[in-house]
């Protein structure tokens, strides 16, 4: 299978070794729109992203390799692709319950592990290490960083951020586009749009977004 992924930076890299550590897809390109024309390194085009029209076909899958949710969620919508042409990507060392599901386009990284009937959305983060335990249900565009622990029964809205280290306790709803700040402990429901830290949180601020356009 013929991969094509979006976005040249950091997170982008670490996307691309796991896809090489799989085995399974070839990196055809990378599609950014720091570069203002197409050429070949080592085989793979670099390119616009206006170059996926040149390059997309029936055996080619699409990541979306953006660590930023509100980038990300623009750039899916600006595409106008089937949610069946992203590419869900799975780091061999992931332990992934068989009742578990993963959406289209979202990855999860090396160390991840991911527990009995979980529900992961669409091009989703689950980071290095990160725990998603029992019956959570995680949203499209969520960001969950590095060794994050969402306990049993945990949901979150679109594009919600998880910092690094922090706890989630069961049955705790995280409202779409919150941010949690690392190292934090969510002991109750966090609003939308909101930003909260500690140990146990307090929300510090409304976070200021186009609602229409991340309802």
């Known amino acids: 299978m013929r991969v094509i992924i979006l976005g040249d930076g950091g997170h982008s890299r670490v996307i691309q070794e796991m896809i090489f550590a799989n085995g399974e897809y070839e990196v055809v390109a990378v599609l950014d729109d720091k570069y ?11 390119a616009p992203i206006a170059f996926l029209t040149r390059l997309f076909n029936k055996n080619t899958k699409v990541v979306v390799a953006i660590g930023d949710n509100v980038i990300r969620k623009l750039i899916v919508e600006r ?11 799975i780091h061999p060392t992931a332990v992934v319950s068989s009742t578990a599901e993963i959406g289209n386009g979202t990855v999860i ?6 527990n009995a009937k979980a529900v992961i959305g669409n091009h989703c983060i689950i980071n290095t290490a990160a725990i ?11 960001h969950i ?3 994050a622990t969402l306990t049993g029964n945990v949901t979150t809205g679109e594009g919600v951020h998880i910092g690094s280290a922090a706890t989630v306790i069961p049955g ?13 402990t969510v002991i109750e429901h966090i609003p939308a749009f909101s ?14 977004m186009d609602k229409k356009a991340f309802s």
Not at 109 to 114: C, G, K, L, R, T
Not at 172 to 184: P, T, Y
Not at 195 to 208: E, W
Request: net charge neutral.
């Open 36 to 46: 203002k024309q197409g050429f070949q390194t080592k085989g793979i085009i670099h």
């Open 109 to 114: 990284m090396p160390n991840v592990v991911i």
């Open 195 to 208: 930003k909260a830290v500690g140990s146990p949180t307090r929300i510090i601020k409304r976070i200021v």
């Open 132 to 142: 998603i335990e029992h019956d959570n249900t995680i949203e499209d565009y969520t």
């Open 79 to 89: 595409l106008h692709l089937s949610q069946e042409d992203y590419l869900p990507v």
């Open 145 to 147: 960083s590095p060794n």
């Open 172 to 184: 705790i709803h995280l409202g779409s586009w919150s941010v949690i700040g690392a190292g934090s």
